[in-house]
């Protein structure tokens, strides 16, 4: 199991969402502002350079789709199911999204 265990915890420590994208399902976190910094320190800053990432914001935070910095990492989202509530909801698409065909 390939994590980077800073963002492990970074992702149990705050709301994160899995949400239906075509045959995918992706990824996101919700950081307060407060945290950003760290959250950049985890991931690196190149993920922040060329175009950036895809982000919501509000009030009070910032969420972030991780989706595909896990790919670029070459993590599978399956690794951190830990992190996601919505884990059973997304199990199987998830499995087959990272490569598992002996799903049962």
Sequence with gaps: MDVNA???DFLKENKTE????????IAYVYINFSDL?????IIG?????ESGLNCT???TQICI?????LEF???????YRNC?????????RILRMDGYTNIN
Aim: charged share 40%; hydrophobic share 35%.
């Design 18 to 25: 899995l949400k239906e994208a075509g045959d995918r399902v």
């Design 45 to 49: 800053q190149e993920h922040f350079e």
């Design 84 to 92: 996601f509530k919505e884990w059973e909801i997304y199990k199987q």
């Design 73 to 79: 990492e070459e993590h599978e989202l399956s690794n």
């Design 65 to 69: 789709e991780i989706t595909s910095i």
């Design 37 to 41: 910094n760290r959250f950049i320190r």
């Design 6 to 8: 800073d963002l492990y």
């Design 57 to 59: 914001l509000n009030v």
